[in-house]
């Protein structure tokens, strides 16, 4: 009964993940307000990561912030840092192919039986001669591109808000994926926002 219990709330979770059931072109986000942000609070951009892709996104936080009245300083108390990841997927494989198998059996006089087998060939599991169709690999998530975005209070050391956005990777420039999630979090900063789907430009 309790193993029951145990399967049941995986199948919940699984079924209960819409990250898993994303389409392509479409984002989910989710966000923590700890403290109240000014509305006019100047703010700083910083990136943990000073390829040319985050200097790109750097401009574009920072016009999104201040269409959104935020004044952008170098020198703010209030800063806004940013790290892009690629989540890769995870895979499982259908693999059931066998090449030798052992039979054994307990009984007593001339009934003592032992066997071995040698699988050549299997259309289905396959052998020592053919993979079988059994051995597909299957995605179960599929690679996703993230964007974390914390604000904090550097004077007071304090975290203000934490925001991320993730989508599925897609095949085109991720680029043009991260800078479509800019304008998303920085519509939402300050707020509390859980599992929220977006649709990319």
Not at 93 to 118: C, H, K
Request: proline share 4%; glycine share 8%.
């Amino acid at each position: 009964m309790r193993s029951l219990g145990l399967l049941l709330s995986v199948l919940f979770l699984l079924c209960g993940n819409p990250a898993a059931a994303q389409d392509a072109g479409e984002g989910l986000l989710n966000a923590v307000s700890y403290r109240i942000i000014p509305a006019d609070a100047p703010v700083a951009v910083r990136t943990l990561d000073n390829v040319e892709s985050n200097l790109i996104l750097v401009e574009e936080f920072e016009r999104a912030l201040e269409a959104r009245g935020h004044p952008v300083s170098e020198d703010a108390d209030i800063v806004l840092t940013f790290e892009v990841q690629d989540v890769p997927g995870s895979y499982a494989s259908n693999e059931s192919r066998y090449v030798l198998e052992f039979q054994g059996r307990n009984a007593t006089g001339d009934d003592d039986v032992a066997r071995a087998r040698v699988n050549i060939f299997d259309s289905d599991r396959g052998g020592l001669i053919n993979r079988g169709r059994g051995g597909d690999t299957s995605i179960v998530t599929p690679s996703q591109n993230r964007l974390d975005v914390t604000i904090e209070d550097r004077a007071e050391r304090r975290r203000l808000w934490h925001g991320w956005a993730v989508t599925r990777a897609a095949e085109a420039e991720s680029l043009s994926v991260t800078r479509g999630m800019v304008p998303v979090l920085a519509e939402h900063i300050g707020q509390t926002v859980r599992q929220k789907t977006f649709q990319l430009p």
